[in-house]
């Protein structure tokens, strides 16, 4: 068993060099995988993100189902994670702001580090066809900021587009209370 737990974890260390953002569960009879873990490197140990019992004469279907619920527990703890780390920033003054004007703003400034948007957000806006400047509200006859044609587009998909364009991070996430009072977005800053 050893050797095997050996083979694998080495497999594992491998994949993982070249993998760096994968996520590991760990699954089988508790002193198996304690006997597995003890094998795996410290990288891989911190990519575990939930360790089940399963049985290796469980069919194809229940390991993946059971994958499949440890998978969106752990994004929807993340995604918790952010936007509490996101209301604390920006409650103590931190690296963020809350709410669709103070994120537009640092958005068209190319503050961004991580963009959070509920995956419901959606909102009327525009966008400078000359300089890129991305409004909310109705589309006006011109930009404000360098009177070049301004044409209409989704606020939400404006921002991520220029987040995404000047190498920030964008994370969707599930509707949660402490962003919806801010109309769903924020976004956590590389500067004030």
């Known amino acids: 068993m ?4 050996k083979e694998v974890a080495a497999y ?3 994949y993982m060099e070249a993998h760096p ?7 089988g009879q508790q002193d198996i995988v304690v006997n597995f873990r003890a094998w795996l ?3 891989a140990q911190q990519q575990i993100i939930d360790t089940l019992t399963l049985d290796m004469h469980d069919d194809r279907r229940r390991i993946l189902e059971a994958a499949q619920e440890a998978l969106q527990r752990y994004e929807r703890e993340e995604e918790q994670a952010t936007v509490q780390l996101l209301v604390n920033r920006a409650g103590h003054g ?3 702001v809350l709410g669709q004007q103070e994120t537009l703003a640092v958005v068209n400034t190319a503050r961004v580090h991580k963009l959070v948007l509920q995956k419901d957000f959606c909102s009327d806006g525009w ?3 000359d300089c890129g400047q991305i409004g909310e509200g109705t589309t006006p006859p011109q930009c404000a900021l360098c009177g070049g044609r301004a044409t209409a587009t989704e606020l939400g998909e404006a921002m991520v587009n220029a987040v995404l364009q000047s190498d920030g991070f964008v994370e969707m996430v599930a509707p949660d209370d402490r962003l919806t009072a801010y109309d769903g977005v924020g976004a956590l800053l590389r500067y004030k």
Not at 2 to 5: C, E, K, V
Not at 21 to 27: P, Y
């Open 2 to 5: 050893d050797r095997h737990h």
């Open 12 to 14: 594992v260390a491998s």
């Open 21 to 27: 953002h994968t996520h590991l569960i760990v699954s």
């Open 41 to 43: 490197s410290p990288m």
């Open 94 to 96: 931190g690296l963020a």
């Open 127 to 129: 966008r400078c066809l």
